[in-house]
């Protein structure tokens, strides 16, 4: 962007205007106000407050979820279930992202790493370890990563795992977040990234409570100045206009990338301004609050054309979805102190947004099933045709095996200690892996995994993790600890496996 050649610092008006309410909560539901939103559903499972929620930019029906309970989650919005649970971070997940393809997810927390993931089968494939608190890392491009970790920005080769180039953020006020007594050092922490490949910039909120927009060779090019505290959102309009920042200041700015300089201040909110978006469809910006309520603003004039709230807990979080032609929101309280609800709350503009989403993708999974069977030769499935193959032809199936193994996945021995483990874990499962054709397609259906083809790969891979997941869509702790109060999906999927015991072969 040549018009990004010269550091330029801006201002905004810094008057916060407080709207609190000391009236007693409303129930969630009822919470509509001049909102062109409505409640159409939620998603339980988290179990403390989330930070983080994105759409997949291939399926608008997957969000990504982090929280500070140690887990990202993959939900799948019309179903109301959750897919994946991916539990290797130690501490609180400040960030999640997808890959550009969707194929791919990236979380950053407080344990200091950033993991890559495959977004189907939840495997962790690479770890890198900046060190201290990552509160952001995106994907630039196919081959490359940046993180931001305390004050420093990294840009990481994917597949080598090395550092390209690092540099580190410097401070442009004289505000220290949390004061010196907590910042001796006035670090200028980058509480957020963004990312916009497309037109070569990088979007960085800083604790100093500015706004950076850098290059791609981490270069500073811009600081706007005019929040009064820290800037923790930052959300960059798809075709690089302008970025959207929240602040602890109770604030929203709206600042152009091409003229340079703040274009609106959005007041209303009475606390830090967590997350902001887009809406599909109407074009109107969103932003959420740990005042416990959602605004929506009108982005060409600011105008204040309803709110959502105040709600049960605090908004920290949201992501818009064009199939839903609404937003995910998500948040939370401190539970020891506040008490745990922990949801994501799923609006529409539509009543029946949700319903109508749901009929939609399941169209479309028809349409596709179909088509692949009609390309299938004498109307075959493409998993019946991939089986009849590997009956031909046996050596086909150890080659598939051999070369997971070398991935990492395992094979082989890896392979029969992964499914004697999965057996001693829960000995209803034990021969599985025997299941005819028809029982594993029956199987994937029912419990609406993600595809008999990946159960099978799986369970030949012996890798725990991705058979756990693939058989209980609730969640890894689901196997071991489905009672009466789980949910009810869950003991339904584990009925289901129960019932099959009867057919499956001798334990291994």
């Not at 005019?226 to 929240?246: F, M, P, Q, T, Y």
């Not at 204040?304 to 937003?327: E, F, I, Q, R």
């Not at 609006?347 to 692949?372: T, V, W």
């Not at 080659?399 to 200690?417: I, L, N, P, Q, T």
Request: with cysteine.
């Amino acid at each position: 962007m040549s018009q990004l050649s010269d550091t330029t610092a801006c201002s905004v008006d810094k008057t916060a205007v407080a709207a609190s309410s000391t009236a007693e909560e409303p129930a969630e539901e009822n919470l509509q106000d001049g909102v062109p939103l409505h409640k159409v559903g939620d998603l339980r499972g988290h179990e403390s407050r989330l930070f983080s929620a994105e759409f997949s930019p291939k399926d608008d029906g997957l969000l990504v979820t982090s929280s500070e309970d140690n887990t990202c989650r993959v939900w799948d919005v019309t179903e109301g279930k959750q897919i994946l649970a991916l539990r290797d971070h130690t501490e609180a997940i400040y960030s999640a992202t997808w890959s550009p393809d969707g194929n791919h997810l990236l979380t950053g927390g407080s344990d200091g790493k950033i993991i890559l993931w495959d977004a189907h089968t939840g495997r962790n494939k690479a770890v890198f370890e900046p060190g201290g608190d990552v509160f952001g890392a995106t994907f630039l491009g196919d081959d490359r990563i940046i993180s931001a970790s305390d004050d420093n920005l990294i840009i990481w080769d994917i597949q080598t795992g090395m550092r390209r180039q690092s540099k580190k953020a410097q401070s442009a006020t004289d505000y220290v977040f949390g004061g010196r007594s907590r910042n001796p050092d006035a670090c200028p922490w980058v509480f957020c990234l963004e990312g916009c490949q497309e037109h070569g910039i990088l979007a960085l909120g800083i604790s100093d409570a500015t706004v950076r927009i850098w290059d791609l060779e981490l270069e500073e090019r811009v600081v706007f100045r005019g929040h009064a505290k820290d800037v923790c959102s930052l959300n960059i309009k798809r075709d690089g206009s302008e970025v959207v920042s929240g602040s602890g200041d109770a604030m929203a700015g709206i600042w152009d990338l091409r003229q340079l300089q703040a274009r609106l201040v959005l007041k209303g909110h009475s606390g830090s301004v967590h997350d902001s978006c887009y809406l599909p469809n109407s074009g109107h910006l969103c932003t959420v609050s740990n005042d416990k309520t959602l605004r929506v603003w009108d982005p060409l004039d600011g105008a204040a054309l309803g709110v959502v709230g105040p709600g049960v807990t605090a908004k920290l979080c949201c992501a818009p979805s064009l199939g839903l032609n609404g937003v995910a929101v998500g948040g939370g309280e401190n539970k020891s102190l506040f008490g745990a609800d922990f949801r994501v709350a799923l609006y529409s503009a539509e009543p029946d947004g949700l319903e109508q989403f749901k009929e939609k993708r399941e169209s479309e999974k028809r349409e596709k099933r179909e088509s692949s069977n009609s390309n299938a030769p004498n109307g075959t499935s493409s998993d019946e045709k991939r089986a009849s193959e590997e009956r031909k032809d046996p050596a086909k199936a150890p080659a598939e095996s051999e070369e997971r193994s070398e991935d990492g996945v395992g094979g082989g021995k890896a392979a029969d200690h992964g499914m004697r483990e999965l057996v001693a874990k829960q000995p209803e499962l034990a021969g599985v892996c025997k299941l005819s054709e028809e029982e594993i397609e029956d199987l994937s259906l029912k419990s609406r995994l993600s595809s008999a083809r990946q159960l099978r790969e799986a369970v030949a891979s012996g890798e725990w993790k991705p058979i756990q997941t693939l058989l209980v869509e609730a969640g890894e702790r689901l196997l071991f600890d489905v009672d009466e109060d789980a949910p009810k999906h869950a003991q339904e999927e584990l009925a289901l496996l129960l019932a099959l015991k009867n057919k499956l072969s001798q334990p291994l």
